[in-house]
């Protein structure tokens, strides 16, 4: 039996400015700091904070106490924003004339690799 995980197809990439399609912080905007591939998570920039408390470890220099944090949440729950438009968006990917591709917002035209 096969027990080994599979990555996870995610759309968007770190650095990329995604808004939060559902959840406590739904409508909210901001900057993806890590990707997950194997769990399908995503980490975004002050969304989705969890209070953990941390216990202080002096040989390593780590002072305790409660700290707060981006927890990750599942990619479905977050879709592209485009800048442009000021929307969440669907993207298309184009060919350019060197062979690269890039992605385009489906709304506006506007190339969201620059």
């Given at each position: 039996?096969?027990?080994?995980?599979?990555?996870?197809?995610?759309h968007?990439?770190?650095?990329?400015?995604?808004?939060?399609?559902?959840?406590?912080d739904?409508?909210?905007?901001?900057?993806?700091?890590?990707?997950?591939?194997?769990?399908?998570?995503?980490?975004?920039?002050?969304?989705?904070?969890?209070?953990?408390?941390?216990?202080?470890?002096?040989?390593?220099?780590?002072?305790?106490?409660?700290?707060?944090?981006?927890?990750?949440?599942?990619?479905?729950?977050?879709?592209?924003?485009?800048?442009?438009?000021?929307?969440?968006?669907?993207?298309?990917?184009?060919?350019?004339?060197?062979?690269?591709?890039?992605?385009?917002?489906?709304?506006?035209?506007?190339h969201?690799?620059?």
């Open positions: 039996m096969n027990t080994s995980k599979k990555s996870h197809s995610i968007v990439k770190k650095g990329d400015t995604v808004i939060v399609i559902s959840g406590k739904k409508g909210k905007v901001g900057t993806l700091k890590e990707v997950f591939r194997k769990d399908g998570k995503v980490v975004v920039e002050g969304i989705n904070m969890i209070t953990k408390a941390l216990k202080s470890n002096p040989m390593k220099g780590i002072q305790g106490g409660l700290i707060r944090r981006e927890a990750p949440l599942y990619s479905s729950k977050v879709m592209l924003y485009c800048m442009k438009c000021e929307k969440p968006t669907r993207i298309r990917h184009v060919e350019l004339e060197n062979g690269a591709k890039t992605r385009v917002c489906i709304r506006c035209g506007e969201l690799d620059v």
